[in-house]
T-cell receptor, first 111, second 113 residues
């Protein structure tokens, strides 16, 4: 059973702090990884994709991938109350046409 | 570009009935995937279609089925509804034949009574 594991949280950080979200995956064949943000009652919204080992930065967001450790993370710098949401980590299956999602980490940013 | 659209947005059915949900992908996207989201199980993959062909299927019973039309629009059908089918059903489209980034629609909230 291919799985993606995330700490459900809640993860609470003060405004302006760095939020660190982590994810592990079981399928060594997965090559593509995604972070989605989901506000309550809304659908998932893509934040970042990452395909190669190392870091990928986009504004306040940095995704990190370590395929040897089967580990993906997302750092959110200068966290804002509007970042309060559930963050979903997803790994693409080896077949390449389905995403396996973790159950999400709930982030709460207090002002 | 318009995003992924799903209809209807909300649906209430009773046990034993069947339901059909519709999804229109982003213009130019030919891959459409369907997911079920529940509080207990999270987001789970149902199936994926590309050029009217089902290429991948998740671990759901045969009561769940889908199809894709030549214009890439997709429908999913659930027959003999059970209480446990109450969920948010999400459609996602992708521009790539090889998989990759998926963009989600707003979802259809199905309640089975």
């Amino acid at each position: 059973q291919k799985e993606v594991e995330q700490n459900s949280g809640p993860l609470s950080v003060p405004e302006g702090a760095i939020a660190s979200l982590n994810c592990t995956y079981s399928d060594r064949g997965s090559q593509s990884f995604f972070w989605y943000r989901q506000y309550s009652g809304k659908s998932p919204e893509l934040i970042m994709s990452i395909y190669s080992n190392g870091d990928k930065e986009d504004g306040r967001f940095t995704a990190q991938l370590n395929k040897a450790s089967q580990y993906v993370s997302l750092l959110i710098r200068d966290s804002q109350p509007s970042d309060s949401a559930t963050y979903l980590c997803a790994a693409e299956t080896q077949a390449g046409t389905a995403l396996i999602f973790g159950k999400g980490t709930t982030l709460s940013v207090s002002s | 570009k318009a995003g992924v659209t799903q209809t209807p947005r909300y649906l209430i059915k009773t046990r034993g009935q069947q339901v059909t949900l519709s999804c229109s992908p982003i213009s130019g996207h030919r891959s459409v995937s369907w997911y079920q989201q529940t509080p207990g199980q999270g987001l789970q993959f149902l199936f994926e279609y590309f050029s009217e062909t089902q290429r991948n299927k998740g671990n759901f019973p045969g009561r769940f089925s889908g199809r894709q039309f030549s214009n890439s629009r997709s429908e999913m059908n659930v027959s003999t509804l059970e209480l446990g089918d109450s969920a948010l059903y999400l459609c996602a489209s992708s521009p790539s034949e090889a998989g990759g980034t998926q963009y989600f629609g707003p979802g259809t909230r199905l309640t089975v009574l």
